[in-house]
């Protein structure tokens, strides 16, 4: 187990997904539309009689992907969206 000490990061639970965030790989357009496209074949396939589990692997990956990738746009929005609030409150 890693400690805050032995790394000087803490690692309380907000932070370390704070930092996860951070160290993912940023998502490009391009894989971005490849992504979406992965997920709405998957949704054919699901409405199969007999989905093929390969496929529908490589959805759920690709909706992960795209989770991972969307993280620090909600991230941002959600600071923007908190510091609009505080105004109206005072």
Same mark, same amino acid.
């Given at each position: 187990m890693?400690?805050?000490?032995?790394?000087? !990061?803490?690692?309380?639970?907000?932070?370390?997904?704070?930092?996860?965030?951070?160290l $993912?790989?940023?998502?490009?357009?391009?894989?971005e539309a490849?992504?979406?496209?992965?997920?709405?074949?998957?949704?054919?396939?699901q409405?199969?009689?007999?989905?093929?589990?390969?496929?529908?692997? $490589? !959805?759920?990956?690709?909706?992960?992907?795209?989770?991972?990738?969307?993280?620090?746009l909600?991230?941002?929005l959600q600071?923007v969206?908190?510091g609009?609030?505080?105004?109206?409150?005072c």
């Amino acid at each position: 187990m890693i400690s805050s000490q032995d790394q000087g !990061v803490p690692l309380s639970a907000i932070e370390q997904y704070l930092r996860d965030v951070k160290l $993912a790989a940023p998502l490009l357009d391009k894989e971005e539309a490849q992504l979406l496209r992965y997920i709405e074949c998957g949704k054919t396939e699901q409405m199969k009689r007999c989905p093929d589990g390969c496929v529908l692997r $490589a !959805v759920e990956q690709a909706r992960n992907r795209l989770i991972e990738g969307y993280q620090p746009l909600l991230i941002g929005l959600q600071g923007v969206t908190c510091g609009i609030v505080e105004k109206w409150n005072c």
